[in-house]
C-alpha cells in the first residue's frame, strides 16, 4: 500500500491580496467605458466582506483616484503588478480584475490605460498594456490560487464611430491570454464576463457591469452552499446564469460569462463565504485512489467511491479507509481544515494469484487485458487478482472472453479459437479482433466534398464519389497501441507509455504517433489509414453538414478548447490549451450520420494522402506533408473541428494532440 497522504501537520494559512483596476475615462478621442469605476468599488468591499481580503492587501486602482499612483497608467499597473510579485506568497491567494476597454485582432491584444489615445496608425494605440506583458506579469505572481477577472467589451472604442461594430472578444484575446500551466497543486483561473465573439452589457439601474453586479451578488450568498461556502465553481454557475438572465431581460441580448480552470482542477476553492456562515467548524476533504471506484469510509462511515470530495467534514483529525474488491484495504489518518481542502491519494495495492492460458491452436498469441504476454501457453505465477479480459489470436480465428483470477488462488485457462479475426456484428458493422476495434460500414456513393468559403486549401465545394469502406467507430486507444508495441517488440516505446500514459488513460486515444508510426500499428491489425475523401464522408454523411452532428458548431458535443460542460457540469481545464484527451466515445451527442464518434475534436487524426489543392490555390504547406482531419483538444475552436477543414502536417512529427483511426477496404 502507497499512501501520497497520511497524517500531516495542518496546511500553512492562506493570505488573500487584490489588483482591482477600473479604466472609465482614458485620453482623447476615446469613448468611456461606462461603470468601470463602480464596477471596482463593489467588487473591492466583495472581497474584503466576502472574500476574506483584508483591506490593507486591496489595491483598487481607478481613473478618477485623487492618488497618482493609483491612477491607472501603464506604467502605475506594471509597477503595481510588480509590487504584488514581491509580495504574494506560494501559499497565497490572489485575485485580478480589469474594466475598461480591451481591442484586439490578429496583431495583437491590449488593455486600455487613463492615457491610451488612437496611434499615429489606423489600428495602433498609444500607452495601452499589451496583453503579453499582463500574462507575464500574472504569471510571475506564484500563488497558490489565482482568479483573474476580466470585462472590456462593449461600444467601440473611438468616439464617434457609431457606424462601427461593437467591441466583441476577439478570439486571439482569448488565446493570449493562456498563462503557463501552474505548477503542482497551483490553480489558475480565469473568468470574463463573455464569451469570444460577444459583448458585454451594462446594468441600466446600477450603472455598473451586468458581469461585475452577478459577482457581487455570488459573493454576497448567491452563489453560497447550505453551509455558506461560495465555492469556485458554484459561483462560475451562478455569474454565467444570473449574467445571461439579465442580459436578455434588460437588452435582449446574449451574455454569456467564460470560465476557464487550469492546474489543480480538483480542489474545489473555497472563494469566500456567507456573512454569519460558521466556517471555522467544517473543511473539505479530496480523496482519489489507483485504481478509482474504491469505496471510502470517514470515521467508519461508508461516503461514496473514489475519486471523492467530501464537503462539510468537522474540522480536525480523521480516520479515513479505503478498499477495493482484489485489493488490500488502506487506511489513513488525515488532518481537516477549513483553509485548505486536504488531499488522500491512495495507491491500492494489489492482491495476487496465478494464472496460466493455452490453446489448441498451435502458434496463438496470447493478450491479458492490453499486455501481449507471447506464445501460448503462458503462464504468469502472479496474476493481479481480479477480473481480466483474455484474447487468444491464432492465424484466422479469435477467442475473446473474461478470467477472474481469485486471491491465492492459480487458475488454468484452456481455449479453442473459434471467431473469424474480421467478424460481422448487427447493423452492418465489423469487429477486428486483432486490435478490437469496431468499424462502421460508409456505403458506396457520393458525398458533398470541401467547402465554398473556409480556407483556400478546401475549396471547391463538390461531388465525390467513395466506393464501400468500414471506418473505426472511434480513435484507436493508448491500450491497443500498447498490445501493438507489445506484440511487434517495441520494449523502449511500450515502457515509456506504461511510465506516462497507461495508468489512467488506457481508454483515451493514443497521440505522438508519427504517421509512418500510424502505418505500421494499421498494417499490423490487417487494416489502413482512411483516405482524405473516406474520413470526410464518414465525419459528415452525405448532405455537405459542417460538423459531424449539423451545421451549427456546439462547443460541448466534443473535447474542443471551448468546451464549457460535459454531462451536465462544467469542466475543468487540466491544460492552459484545453482539457487534455478524453475516453474515446465520450460524446455520444457528436456522432456522425453513420454513428462515428470524435470526428470533430478530442486529437487530431491523421489519413492516408498527401496534401494536395488546386494548382491555382497557393498554400505553404509542403506537398510531402499527410492531410490531418477533425481538430482536438487543444486550441481547437469551431474553426479547425468543421467536418471539411485540412491541415498538412510532416508525417514524421509527433504531437500531443494527434493520433488515428483505422479503416478496411469491403472485405
Sequence with gaps: MLLAASHAAAPPREERWALLVGVERCGEGV?????????????????????????????????????????????????????FQGKVKKTDAFFFFFAGHIVGDDRGCVLFTTKSRPGAKEGTWREAVPVSKLVDSLERITAARKLVL????????????????????????ASSFHMKAP??????????????????CIDKEEQCGLFARALVKGLEGGGADESGRIRLLALGEYVRTAVLKDAQAQWSETQTPYLEVRGGN?????????????????????????PSGAVVA??????????????????????????????????????????????????????RGGLSISSSAPGSTVFLDWRF????????????????????????????????????????????????ILESLPGGKLLNHRDGTTLVRIPKGAFIAGSATGRPEERPLRRVEVDDFFIGLCEITNGQYASFLGATGRARQLR??????????????????????????CRWAGMRLPTEPEWEKAARGTDGRAYPWGDTWDRDRCNNWQLHSHGGKPVESASFGGIGTTPVGTFPAGASAWGCLDMAGNVWEWTADLFRVPADIETETPASHRVVKGGSWYLSTAEETRCAARYGFDPGNRYLNLGFRTAISRP
Design 31 to 83: 469613448r468611456p467605458f461606462a461603470g468601470a469605476r463602480r464596477d471596482v468599488a463593489l467588487l473591492r468591499a466583495a472581497l474584503r466582506d466576502h472574500c476574506g481580503v483584508p483591506e490593507d492587501h486591496i489595491l483598487a486602482m481607478t481613473d478618477d483616484s485623487p492618488t497618482a499612483r493609483l491612477v491607472p497608467s501603464a506604467a502605475n499597473i506594471d509597477r503595481a503588478l510588480r509590487f
Design 150 to 173: 476580466a470585462d472590456g467589451w462593449r461600444e467601440p472604442p473611438l468616439e464617434g464611430d457609431g457606424g462601427e461594430a461593437d467591441n466583441v472578444m476577439a478570439s486571439t484575446f
Design 183 to 200: 505548477e503542482g497543486q497551483a490553480l489558475d483561473v480565469t473568468l470574463f464576463a463573455c464569451d469570444i465573439g460577444g459583448r458585454s
Design 266 to 290: 480538483e480542489a474545489p476553492w473555497v472563494v469566500g463565504h456567507r456573512v454569519g456562515a460558521e466556517l471555522e467548524k467544517f473543511g473539505d476533504l479530496i480523496v482519489t485512489s489507483t
Design 298 to 351: 470517514l470515521d467508519g462511515r461508508p461516503r461514496g467511491e473514489t475519486p471523492l470530495t467530501i464537503a462539510l467534514v468537522p474540522a480536525g483529525r480523521h480516520r479515513l479507509t479505503v478498499e477495493r474488491e482484489f485489493f488490500l484495504p488502506a487506511s489513513v489518518e488525515v488532518d481537516v481544515t477549513f483553509e485548505t481542502p486536504q488531499r488522500a491519494d491512495v495507491a491500492l495495492e494489489a492482491r
Design 373 to 420: 504476454l507471447g506464445s501460448a501457453p503462458v503462464t504468469l505465477p502472479d496474476a493481479a487478482a481480479g477480473s481480466h479480459a483474455v484474447k487468444v489470436l491464432s492465424a484466422d480465428k479469435a477467442w475473446v472472453g473474461e478470467v477472474v483470477v481469485a486471491p491465492g488462488e492459480s487458475k488454468r485457462l484452456e481455449v479453442a479459437p473459434d471467431r473469424p
Design 496 to 521: 515509456e507509455m506504461e511510465r506516462t500514459v497507461l495508468p489512467g488513460k488506457v481508454d483515451h486515444p493514443v497521440v505522438n504517433v508519427s504517421w509512418p508510426e500510424a502505418e505500421s500499428y
